[in-house]
Nanobody
Framework: QVQLVESGGGLVQPGGSLRLSCAASGTGSIFRLYVMAWYRQAPGNQRALVARITSGGFTNYAESVKGRFTISRDNARNTVYLQMNSLKPEDTAVYYC????????????WGEGTLDTVSS
């Protein structure tokens, strides 16, 4: 069973920074084959993609976070990170880690989420 555990969320003032981590277990030696992503969901809103990184290191970001957030991965540690800078109140949300692959089987997994609150 693949499990994803997020950490690093908390309370930060506008303009501050947070670094989120997502540790994967149960992936064996094929963590490198997963596309990893961060999503977020604010109260009353739909869950939305924040950032994604492929096994080849290609990344894409939501327009609202481009230039402020950076996604990265460490395959040796089975971990994906999200560095969040210049945080705004509208970044307040529960952030979820996601892992997905197509081959040899089509599978997708979610973490339980970590809360990021941006407020003065």
């Amino acid at each position: 069973q693949v499990q994803l555990v997020e950490s690093g969320g908390g309370l930060v003032q506008p303009g501050g920074s947070l670094r989120l981590s997502c540790a994967a277990s149960g992936t064996g030696s094929i963590f490198r084959l997963y596309v990893m992503a961060w999503y977020r969901q604010a109260p009353g809103n739909q869950r939305a993609l924040v950032a994604r990184i492929t096994s080849g290191g290609f990344t894409n970001y939501a327009e609202s976070v481009k230039g402020r957030f950076t996604i990265s991965r460490d395959n040796a540690r089975n971990t994906v990170y999200l560095q969040m800078n210049s945080l705004k109140p509208e970044d307040t949300a529960v952030y979820y880690c996601n892992a997905a692959k197509i081959l040899p089987t089509d599978m997708e997994y979610w973490g339980e989420g970590t809360l990021d609150t941006v407020s003065s």
